[in-house]
């Protein structure tokens, strides 16, 4: 089996101040997402991602659309140094789905800009009315974990690597599972600096909200398959992606399932497009050897462009 390409979308979490301005400045195609992102969203995220302030930039009705345009930022820069390489996948996380969709064609930029916007604000809302929190816990199977999110009044929200697993759910039962992990013999759990319980039935309320917002919005076949985080398998037809998306504000992610069925067709590179290298982390630790690249700046692109050429 020969070996394939796939690219990867970073999601929440990953931002920082800054993201995104030296390859802005270095390539008017890139400077462009922005502009063209500055007019649909109706206010500068340009100098948001560029100079902050921190405290906005974190804010999810700001973050989503601002990690989306990174990535795409990202693979573009990507493109325009290495225009011949051939991609025959695309995954994201969270967020990074629906960047993995655009990349792939079925939905425009413009469009998933306005997803974007919307989504942030419908999950931020979901965090304002009810307080919720995110737990990640390393060292303990999902067999473990499970239990312990069912004593607790928790749900696993993330299936990370095999190390790696985060709940999700009310603050007072994260604090419960987080006081379980540890006896149950955890090597390490971490709260993790979030507004609310993503991807857990908190976000109830915002996947209605997108459920609606989504009817208007024209979903094309993807050119070339993106995995599902509901699933952690390929995307079907347009309206199953808009049901997968839905769902997949209140499901859990599974990366680790995705990931192992991109090696399964023989995928041995990936290349993270957009802030940070969390996923490059992830997957080293569920495919071993794998041929891990990102793109999130000039001297990353360098780099990577030279492994590729």
């Not at 999810?60 to 225009?83: E, G």
């Not at 469009?111 to 989504?119: E, K, V």
């Not at 309320?205 to 208007?216: D, P, S, T, V």
């Amino acid at each position: 089996m020969s070996s394939k390409t796939s690219l990867l979308c970073a999601g929440q979490g990953a931002q920082f101040v800054g993201m995104g301005r030296d390859l802005a400045n270095a390539f008017p195609e890139c400077r462009g997402f922005f502009t063209k992102a500055n007019e649909v969203l109706g206010y500068d995220l340009a100098k948001l991602c560029f100079e902050g302030p921190e405290t906005e930039l974190l804010q999810s009705r700001h973050c989503q659309p601002a990690i989306f345009v990174v990535s795409l930022v990202c693979h573009r820069a990507l493109r325009l140094r290495v225009p011949s390489l051939a991609v025959e996948y695309t995954a994201g996380l969270s967020l990074g789905e629906w960047s993995a969709l655009c990349l792939a064609e079925a939905v425009s930029f413009e469009d998933g800009l306005r997803i974007m916007a919307a989504r942030g604000s419908f999950m931020q809302e979901s965090c304002e009315e009810r307080a919720g929190a995110m737990l990640s816990v390393i060292g303990l199977d999902t067999d473990a974990l499970s239990k312990i999110a069912v004593s607790a009044g928790v749900e696993i929200a993330n299936v990370n690597s095999p190390e790696q697993t985060v709940l999700s759910g009310p603050k007072d039962g994260i604090q419960q599972a987080e006081k379980m992990a540890g006896a149950a013999g955890a090597k390490r759990a971490i709260m993790l600096n979030v507004a609310g319980a993503y991807h857990s039935s908190l976000m109830t309320g915002a996947a209605r909200k997108l459920e609606q917002f989504l009817q208007a919005v024209v979903i094309r076949p993807p050119r070339i398959p993106v995995l599902s985080n509901v699933t952690g398998l390929p995307h079907g037809a347009p309206e199953e992606i808009k049901r997968e998306m839905v769902r997949q504000v209140t499901s859990s992610v599974q990366w680790v399932a995705s990931v192992q069925w991109l090696q399964q067709q023989g995928v041995q590179r990936y290349v993270e497009c957009g802030p940070g290298r969390v996923l490059s982390g992830l997957v080293k630790r569920i495919h071993s050897g794998a041929a891990l690249l990102n793109i999130q700046d000039c001297p990353s692109l360098d780099k990577s462009s030279a492994a590729l050429l």
